[in-house]
C-alpha cells in the first residue's frame, strides 16, 4: 500500500505526496483519492499531479482538520479494483529529427547511441500519460527508455513550435500549442493533440496509453 504525506500549502490547499518512488500504480491510486475528494463538500478542486494530489478550499469556509482526516483516511486506504481498463490507446505520428528534432543528434550523443536507435527506443514504447501540467493538454509521459533519460536545456526555448515531441529529463511528451520549453526536441507531429473548439478540448488523459509511430527521419 502506498504511503503518503500531507502537509498545507499556504491557507487554501493541502497535498498529499507519495513516498514511493513514480509508478502507475501510484497515480492510479492519486487518481481514486482525487475522484473521491471531489465529492466532499470542502474541495473546490481535487487536482492530480506527478506522484502528488493537491486540494483547493476556501480557508473562509471549509472545515480543515475536517478536510484533513478525510484526506488521511483516504490516502491510508490500500484503494479499490480499477477493473476493465477504462483508458484509451492513442497512436501519434512524429517526424524525427531534422528541423522537426534539433536536439535529436544531441539525445544521440549523451546517450551513447546511434541516432536511428533513438528513434526505435522512443517509438517502440507504450506510454502511461501520468498527469497533465505546464499548459492545457500537455500530457506528461512515463514509461520512457532509461537511456533516453536527457536534461532540461538551461536557458529554455523562447519559441517551441505546437505539436513538437520532447525528453525532459526521464519524460517524453508533446507540445499541444506553441509555447516557451525547455526540452530536448527529437520530433514533431502534425496531429492536433488540443482543440478548444472541440467538446473535449484535450485529446490525452491521464491514465491513456500513447505510442509513437516514425514517419520518417527528417535528417
Not at 85 to 107: F, I, K, N, Q, W
Request: charged letters at 20%.
Amino acid at each position: 500500500m502506498t504511503a503518503f504525506e500531507i502537509f498545507e500549502l499556504g491557507d487554501h490547499a493541502l497535498v498529499a505526496t507519495a513516498v514511493d518512488a513514480i509508478s502507475f500504480e501510484i497515480q492510479r491510486r492519486i487518481w481514486q483519492i482525487a475522484a473521491c475528494a471531489r465529492q466532499w463538500p470542502d474541495v473546490e478542486e481535487a487536482i492530480p499531479g506527478m506522484n502528488n494530489l493537491t486540494l483547493l478550499f476556501d480557508p473562509l469556509v471549509a472545515d480543515l482538520p475536517r478536510l484533513r482526516a478525510a484526506l488521511d483516511a483516504a490516502c491510508a486506504e490500500p484503494g479499490g479494483p480499477v477493473g476493465d481498463d477504462p483508458y484509451a490507446t492513442h497512436e501519434v505520428s512524429v517526424r524525427y529529427g531534422g528541423r522537426d528534432g534539433p536536439d535529436l543528434e544531441t539525445v544521440a550523443r549523451l546517450a551513447d547511441i546511434p541516432v536511428d536507435e533513438v528513434i526505435e527506443r522512443h517509438s517502440c514504447v507504450e506510454y502511461i500519460v501520468f498527469f497533465i501540467g505546464f499548459q492545457p493538454g500537455f500530457a506528461y509521459l512515463g514509461g520512457l527508455d532509461p537511456r533516453l533519460a536527457t536534461p532540461r536545456h538551461k536557458e529554455p526555448r523562447l519559441k517551441v513550435p505546437a505539436g513538437s515531441v520532447g525528453i525532459g529529463g526521464s519524460q517524453t511528451g508533446v507540445y499541444p500549442t506553441e509555447s516557451p520549453g525547455g526540452w530536448q526536441l527529437i520530433g514533431r507531429t502534425a496531429e492536433v493533440l488540443f482543440d478548444p473548439a472541440r467538446a473535449v478540448p484535450a485529446r490525452l488523459s491521464p491514465g491513456d496509453r500513447v505510442r509513437f509511430v516514425p514517419t520518417g527521419p527528417n535528417r
